[in-house]
């Protein structure tokens, strides 16, 4: 008995990998015991200000706002 063409590829694709997951073990997990520190200096804020009518506000100097962090203002 002939089989199809894309049979025998098929098989032949299922016992591949059916090799190359015994073959290879499975990957371990990453641990989860990394910890990122970081420190910044600097921190960019972007503002839009507009008007009651919908215009842009501008010539606008940092002067002009308060920057709080957990209600205490920033430099």
Same mark, same amino acid.
Do not use: C
């Given at each position: 008995? !002939?089989?199809?063409?894309?049979? #025998?590829?098929?098989?032949?694709?299922?016992?591949? %990998? *059916? /090799?190359? =997951? %015994?073959?290879?073990?499975?990957?371990?997990? /990453? +641990?989860? +015991?990394?910890?990122?520190?970081?420190?910044?200096?600097?921190? *960019?804020?972007?503002? =839009?200000?507009? +008007?009651?009518?919908?215009?842009?506000? #501008?010539?606008?100097?940092?002067? +002009?706002?308060?920057?709080?962090?957990?209600? !205490?203002? /920033?430099?």
């Amino acid at each position: 008995m !002939k089989r199809h063409p894309s049979t #025998r590829w098929l098989t032949k694709f299922l016992a591949i %990998l *059916l /090799q190359l =997951t %015994l073959l290879y073990p499975p990957l371990r997990a /990453q +641990d989860s +015991d990394f910890v990122f520190h970081a420190e910044t200096e600097i921190v *960019l804020v972007n503002v =839009t200000v507009r +008007d009651k009518n919908g215009n842009f506000v #501008r010539n606008l100097k940092p002067e +002009d706002f308060n920057v709080l962090e957990d209600g !205490k203002p /920033q430099k």
